[in-house]
């Protein structure tokens, strides 16, 4: 369903199939690389610009997984925060973060190395969302959804676009520095997080967590109450 090149090792082909393959080449070889299989179907992958090893999924069961092709045993990082499939995944330019595009007629920005979106970009019109694609200048985010149309989104929500005058430059710059000094505050942290989300991505959202935690305490009373060698603890 997906192939990408890898940008730094060009020889170097990952696509992910509807068996719930993810396949890995090496274009001057007959036979496939290395194999991994999900248990729902991957829609697309994309190779990380900056680290010729890894790359990321977009799949079925609401998640994205990060893999370092050299150990695909386990990803090295699951991003959540989809309430439906996802349907496309794109790096930056820096490799730094990704932006996927969901079913659940949003997309999120992700940083690589956290299992949480620290953005979400929605409107009442948008529907499902199909394709993303990240800018080449790092500014930009665009996307294609069902009711075919093209967005463009700021990469990041709070820059200004235009000419700064230095002093305004300066302000901006200070500003960022006290969010990052106190980011770990309480209040600071809660208001950094906050993001409007549509009724039903939030319902859903409440809804999965709900049942994360019936997961979770049926997997607790099973081990407490199965005999010893019964079950792997």
């Not at 150990?71 to 995944?89: E, G, N, Q, R, Y």
């Amino acid at each position: 369903r997906s192939s990408d090149l890898n940008p730094i090792e060009t020889y170097l082909l990952g696509s992910c199939a509807s068996d719930r393959n993810i396949v890995l080449y090496d274009m001057r070889q007959a036979a496939p690389l290395k194999k991994v299989i999900l248990e729902m179907r991957s829609n697309s992958l994309c190779w990380n610009p900056m680290e010729a090893f890894v790359f990321t999924v977009a799949n079925e069961d609401y998640n994205l997984y990060t893999f370092d092709m050299r150990f695909l045993d386990t990803p090295t990082k699951v991003h959540m925060d989809h309430v439906s499939a996802v349907l496309d995944v794109d790096y930056s330019p820096t490799g730094k973060e990704f932006v996927s595009a969901s079913f659940d007629k949003s997309i999120r920005i992700f940083p690589v190395d956290k299992g949480h979106s620290r953005e979400v970009y929605h409107t009442k019109r948008m529907q499902h969302v199909i394709s993303v694609k990240w800018s080449s200048d790092n500014k930009y985010i665009l996307c294609g959804s069902d009711e075919m149309n093209i967005r463009i989104w700021k990469a990041n929500a709070s820059e200004k676009l235009g000419v700064l005058a230095p002093r305004e430059r300066a302000a901006l710059q200070y500003h960022q520095k006290l969010k990052e000094k106190f980011q770990h505050h309480p209040q600071i942290k809660r208001i950094s997080r906050h993001r409007h989300l549509p009724k039903a991505i939030y319902s859903q959202m409440k809804e999965q967590r709900v049942m994360k935690e019936a997961r979770r305490r049926k997997e607790v009373n099973h081990r407490r109450h199965s005999k010893p060698g019964d079950r792997k603890s």
